[in-house]
């Protein structure tokens, strides 16, 4: 047998190892005999990814961003995780999709270890069982179900269900890791095994032995001995072993593990128990914060609730293991929480020593909902005031501004493609520009917030009026693009919401620098909290799930940006577009003057942009004519490269190379080309290839535009006049949040007008609805009333 170690490429256990580890192999499981060890060695049939996992135990580590380093990881199963809601019986779908993440993580070259519940549970079913079968079972099942229901069964204790079902929770365990070729390994300890010396370092080499060999350990208190666990007994630094969790931690720091996830069946820690009116989960919780929290009772089984896991993490954390509690049995999360928690994505609570310097992202929310509940409050010519200031600090503090996005710049380069590097670069004029865009929204902010829309009359003194109010929080993610943040800064103050703003890296000192000075033009009306830069190390997806804090998200940045946040986002609308794909038709009574100088622009002028051309549809009667070689010439002098549309193709001899796909955003110096029979063509071929974004005609013949600009379902739609005309600041609206391409709410364009949403306010007199029943007093009138002007001067 020994022999077959060797051939394996494994050393035989050392034949002082624990008499109670039984290894689970392939499909049979055994005792560990000090002479003789049967194992097969084998891999998971999951791809194996080799993940950089060197580090130094010592400190735990810092955030959550750094978890995906850890190299040994202990789990904790609760029971409420282990074992069914009747607490008769395991979780089989939920413990499978927990088997499948650990052997994921184990053939990614981490040290994975299971400390599992659940022995309690199985051996109550299977007790449960026999004693059915003892109470004249035979008689019973003659007579039928109903009697065997009225049969009464006693309470089982659980020590007994405990030594009943230790054998069969392995069992399971070992033929769930057979399913990926992963070997796991049975261990039982007591209180004892870890106060004394000897037997603590015979549990250490054990574990370490297991671990070399690539083998899951299992662990798990021996309940079928188990003493109570004594009081106090784990003061003066030594945790005692009362229940899972507190093994768990024990374990984590003996074997000097880098990270611990407890799962349990709540979402993490509570500031007060979770189910009551004001429970905010804790993203993270840090020593000294247990004074801010109330613990609710225990689950519904297992020895230990809420404060028990806390303690156990607080007591590993200080022995250098970070530590993860997350909910284990919510079923659209169970299937990934565990690989989640390792990828460093924001699930549960995470437990840190290390403070961050400034407020969390869920504080920052909760700022921009009072700051902009406060900004909407104020008076109109205030809120103008705040923004006229703002356009002033951009051209005074213009040397200032110009040195940060130079950091930038030199930062950036080599690391971005140029059409980023241009939009990440600010200059003298750019800044005039972005001042002049900021007046023009203060001067329509006069108008905004509070405006009557319609007033009716009900009933006598009984009226109705609908107003424009606030969205409430937007998230505004950008990238590359520093001058958008005081356009929506502006625009956020304009309308009365708050704001958080979460930039690219490539722009953080522009970024650091322009929000100061927008929190220097709110302080003026002490509302400098409304507009909040997100600076931590949050992710975007992690920012998409605080539901509860943002009302509406604005993604500005590529069309893969739009994409990932579209899908991320939970219960958060979010306002946009995937994609810029933008048209030109040139139809057979296209102006030869007017072509080249509208494609020109269209494309060439700033190529990365959104409303930049990208497809360039050209009648059929047009080609080989002196206006499509002036075109073609056109877009060679301005190297722009030409993909052939199918039909343009079957045209040419020798075309260029032919399109991969017809629904294309470039982002580039390249360009589209393909042909179509008139305009209702143009048309459909728009609406099957299109985005929706900005879609224009060039022709002379004033009935073909209008019947382009009454059929085509775009945002914008356009007769003679360059694509990039669908810009805010062009439409006269100051800036823009974005361009959308939704149908609901704000299309194109969004301005001051998208980011407001309305209210209704009834004014009455004692007034019950029972008055206006068939046999009431009162009648309805629906009078529609004259909308008072405001003074706007």
Known sequence: MLSQVYRCGFQPFNQHLLPWVQCTIVSRSHRIQPSVIRHVRSWSNIPFITVPLSRTHGKSFAHRSEL???????????????????????????????????????????????????????????????????????????????????????????????????????????????????????????????????????????????????????????????????????????????????????????????????????????????????????????????????????????????????????WALQGGTSVVIANGTHPKVSGHVITDIVEGKKVGTFFSEVKPAGPTVEQQGEMARSGGRMLATLEPEQRAEIIHHLADLLTDQRDEILLANKKDLEEAEGRLAAPLLKRLSLSTSKLNSLAIGLRQIAASSQDSVGRVLRRTRIAKNLELEQVTVPIGVLLVIFE?????????????????????????????????????????????????????????????????????????????????????????????????????????????????????????????????????????????????????????????????????????????????SEVKSLRTEYGDLELCIEVVDNVQDAIDHIHKYGSSHTDVIITENENTAEFFLQHVDSACVFWNASTRFSDGYRFGLGAEVGISTSRIHARGPVGLEGLLTTKWLLRGKDHVVSDFSEHGSLKYLHENLPIPQRNTN
């Open 480 to 656: 590359s693009r520093p001058d958008c943040l005081p356009q929506v800064a502006a625009l956020a103050i304009a309308s009365g919401n708050g704001l958080l703003l979460k930039g690219g890296k490539e722009a953080a000192h522009s970024n650091r620098i322009l929000h100061l000075l927008t929190q220097e033009a709110l302080s003026i009306h002490g509302v400098k909290e409304a507009v909040q830069l997100v600076n931590t190390r949050e992710e975007v997806e992690d920012l998409c799930r605080l539901d509860k804090m943002i009302d509406l998200i604005i993604p500005r940045g590529s069309s893969q940006l739009v994409r990932d946040i579209q899908k991320a986002a939970k219960g958060i609308p979010v306002m946009g577009h995937s994609e810029g794909i933008c048209h030109m038709y040139v139809d057979s009574e296209a102006s030869v003057d007017k072509v080249t100088r509208l494609v020109r622009d269209s494309k060439c002028e700033y190529p990365a942009a959104c409303n930049a051309l990208e497809t360039l549809l050209i009648h059929r009667d047009l080609l080989r004519t002196p206006l499509f070689d002036q075109i073609i010439d056109m877009l060679r002098v301005e190297q722009v490269k030409i993909h052939a549309g199918p039909k343009f193709a079957s045209y040419l001899t020798f075309s260029p």
């Open 68 to 314: 995906k380093h850890a190299k040994r990881i202990v789990v904790k199963l609760g029971s409420a995780v282990v074992t069914r809601g009747d607490e008769c019986g395991l979780a089989l779908g939920r413990l499978a999709s927990i088997v499948e993440q650990v052997s994921v993580l184990q053939n990614q070259g981490r040290e994975m270890m299971l400390v599992t519940s659940g022995a309690v549970a199985f051996g109550k079913q299977r007790l449960r069982h026999e004693i059915l079968l003892s109470q004249s079972v035979r008689q019973a099942l003659h007579s039928g179900q109903n009697q065997l229901k009225e049969m009464a069964i006693p309470v089982l204790e659980a020590r007994a269900c405990a030594a009943a079902g230790q054998s069969g929770l392995m069992a399971l365990y070992e033929a769930m890791f057979t399913q990926y070729s992963i070997c796991a390994a049975q261990i039982l300890v007591t209180n004892l095994d870890f106060h004394d010396e000897q037997k603590r370092r015979n549990l250490n080499g054990t574990l370490h032995e297991l671990l070399r060999m690539n083998i899951v350990p299992i662990v798990n208190t021996n309940d079928a001995v188990v003493p109570p666990a004594e009081p106090n007994s784990d003061l003066q630094g030594v945790i005692s072993v009362k229940d899972n969790d507190s093994l768990a931690a024990r374990l984590a720091v003996e074997m000097k593990t880098d990270l611990l996830i407890v799962l349990s069946d709540v979402e993490g820690l509570f500031d007060s128990p979770p189910g009551s009116d004001d429970a905010k989960l804790i993203d993270i919780f840090y020593p000294g914060d247990q004074q801010s929290v109330t613990f609710g009772t225990k689950s519904r089984v297992g020895m230990g609730g809420m404060e028990a896991k806390v303690k156990a993490a607080l």
